[in-house]
């Protein structure tokens, strides 16, 4: 499997604060079937330079491969509704047209239908990370509905998926699993304890939900395409 959406490098953000943590991280994704991750972290303006994300990258697999650990990292972002960033070039998942998009969790902003369709218009492929847990869409997920269009995907955090982060956030994934809204499940990982870097179990639900096939494009065929810049399919 791959995971579009992780905080695995060490002191870089809000993933793991140091290096013993970020390898016991990159294990517990191994040993769950998890072969490549995109680490994405956040983006709320020029501070974190792309090269630097690239930089980390390019050290945490040398410390992956010291390590004996088969787990492949390439370099994403995910960035904030409101980053302050002249352009998004280089923040794309793996070099891609695909970009992670972060709202803010209390709400959608008036101006998010223009401002992803400014994104398609110059070229890029958004993705919504975790519109679940938004809270504007667990109490109308039609507004997130509203907003896609075939160049605009979601992703769900798969601890939203498993219940771990509550009923409510639950029953809306499932809900959008069952619209066949969703193109991607990702772990979001932050640490061993909370949003771990876990994708078999949320997949092993959604399967009941959507079926088996479609929920290996969640985990597989569209997070390949994401690596490989290829269009992609629904849940
Ligand atoms: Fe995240």
């Known amino acids: 499997m791959i995971d579009i959406h992780s905080h695995i490098l060490p002191g870089v953000d809000d993933g793991p604060a140091d290096q013993d943590t970020a390898l016991?991280?990159?294990?517990?994704?191994?040993?769950?079937?998890i072969t490549t991750m995109i680490a994405t972290p956040h983006v709320e303006g020029p501070a974190l330079a792309a090269q630097d994300i690239h930089d980390h990258v390019s050290r945490f697999n040398t410390l992956l491969q010291e390590n004996d650990i088969r787990l492949n990292v390439v370099a994403g972002a995910e960035v904030a509704y409101h980053a302050d960033l002249a352009s998004l070039s280089g923040y794309c998942l793996h070099h891609g047209p695909f970009v992670l998009i972060e709202?803010?969790?209390?709400?959608?902003p008036k101006g998010a239908g223009e401002f992803l369709y400014e994104l398609k218009i110059k070229g890029y492929q958004p993705i919504i990370a975790h519109p679940e847990r938004n809270r504007d869409v667990l109490t109308d997920p039609q507004l997130l509905l509203d907003l896609l269009d075939p160049h605009i995907s979601i992703q769900l955090t798969a601890e939203s998926?498993?219940?771990?982060?509550?009923?409510?956030?639950?029953?809306?994934a499932h809900y959008l699993l069952r619209r066949q809204a969703v193109h991607f499940l990702a772990s979001d990982a932050h640490g061993l304890k909370n949003r771990k870097?876990?994708?078999?179990k949320a997949r092993k639900i959604a399967a009941k939900i959507i079926g088996k096939k479609a929920a290996a494009k969640l985990v597989e065929d569209n997070p390949a395409a994401v690596l490989n810049g290829k269009p992609l399919s629904c849940s």
């Open 103 to 108: 709202l803010p969790h209390s709400h959608i």
């Open 197 to 200: 870097p876990l994708l078999a």
């Open 161 to 172: 998926v498993t219940g771990e982060l509550g009923p409510h956030i639950q029953q809306c």
């Open 24 to 33: 016991a991280m990159a294990r517990m994704a191994v040993k769950d079937g």
